[in-house]
């Protein structure tokens, strides 16, 4: 395997999966394969106990806002998690994309989970607030100016604490993803566009001079990031 170069973002880099006319059953097996992909790669479960769950009310529900939330593995994950603790979340998993809103609507429903086609600025505009706001592998889909709306959209409409999670760029994550996913993913774009991923995400040390100063940047393992606001001990 010969690896690209990773010093720098390649923003050009595009995924297949974003193209309008890419293959539809593909798609579909993506959505369905990124449970398990996120389930190995992101480490959610961690940053569900350690960033999310303190500021979960014990005495009624907690609002949480995903956006980007593509298949809606993310929301359902959460829902699951919080259930078994005995605490009540309201999901809301909003993505433009009216094919992965189409798809998550087609799965079976979760208690407490609900998701619309909208971008955050729609929902800041009606004046919408939740308590927390996440995101999972969004950070390396967007420009710099897209960045700072996503940024400005977070703080407006969470009330308590943003968290997103993203990839971090590197030559040992690419080359365990390239490897571990070769056998497993065919007949979707789950390797493929995963190593465009990589080759578009930031470093930490790229990703806080990008940022505002009341944003945490960190890194948690050799390939994961970290952008946060308001998490601080509730």
């Known amino acids: 395997m010969i690896l690209p170069s990773l010093l720098a ?3 050009r880099a595009t995924e297949q999966m ?7 059953a593909m798609l579909e ?12 790669v992101a480490d959610w479960r961690a940053t569900y106990r350690h960033q999310l769950r303190p ?3 014990r005495d009624g529900p907690t609002t949480v806002l995903d956006v980007g939330s ?6 359902r994950a959460l829902a699951r998690w919080a259930h078994r603790d ?3 979340l309201r999901l809301t998993g909003i993505d433009p994309d009216p094919r992965a809103h189409a798809w998550a609507r087609r799965q079976p429903p979760v208690a407490g989970v609900q998701f619309r086609r909208a971008l955050s600025s729609e929902l800041v505009a009606e004046g919408e607030r939740f308590d927390l706001v996440v995101s999972n592998h969004l950070l390396h889909h967007l420009t710099a100016d897209e960045l700072q709306a996503l940024l400005a959209d977070s703080r407006r409409l969470a009330r308590t604490a943003a968290v997103h999670s993203d990839i971090q760029r590197g030559r040992l994550g690419y080359a365990l993803f390239s490897v571990g ?8 774009y789950i390797r493929e566009d995963g190593l465009t991923s990589i080759r578009r995400s930031y470093t930490a040390d790229e990703l806080r001079p990008l940022v505002p100063e009341d944003w945490e940047v960190t890194a948690t393992g050799r390939w994961r990031l970290l952008l946060t606001h308001g998490t601080g001990t509730p």
């Open 29 to 40: 097996r993506t959505y369905a394969q990124f449970r398990l992909v996120n389930a190995v």
């Open 181 to 188: 996913t070769w056998p497993l993913f065919r007949g979707s």
């Open 18 to 24: 974003d193209d309008p006319d890419c293959d539809p």
């Open 70 to 75: 593509g298949g809606g593995d993310l929301v």
């Open 9 to 11: 973002r390649d923003e």
């Open 86 to 88: 005995g605490l009540d």
């Open 55 to 57: 500021h979960l009310r």
